[in-house]
Nanobody
């Protein structure tokens, strides 16, 4: 399974960014997938997840601002990020095949290389 993220960049506070994660080597709709982020000096944390049965999670700090979705035909996972804040600045990672006690645990079998999102005040 290979994951390739895209869509990161620099944006002002209040702006929007859409991240994409293209999946190859496996049907994306059969995988539990998620978005994680890691800021410098901090641990990797779960942002949002989407399971093969449609179940999803959002971290409290993104509820109402971010939306996760999947296009099975394109084998792509998305993260729409609105109302961005400077504290959302981080490297964002796509992950597939959750193996932890919860989907938000950063214990996945496959990871992308990450895409940087920088939000300026």
């Amino acid at each position: 399974v290979k994951l390739v993220e895209s869509g990161g960049g620099s944006v002002q506070a209040g702006g929007s960014v859409r991240l994409s994660c293209e999946v190859s080597g496996y049907a994306s709709n059969m995988l539990c997938m998620g978005w994680f982020r890691q800021a410098p000096g901090k641990e990797r944390e779960g942002v949002s997840t989407l399971d093969s049965d449609g179940a999803f999670d959002y971290a409290d700090f993104v509820k109402g601002r971010f939306a996760i979705s999947r296009d099975n035909a394109k084998r792509t996972l998305y993260l729409q990020m609105d109302s961005l804040k400077p504290e959302d600045t981080a490297m964002y990672y796509c992950a597939a095949d959750c193996r932890g006690p919860t989907r938000m645990s950063p214990l996945y079998g496959y990871w992308g290389q990450g895409t940087q999102v920088t939000v300026s005040a």
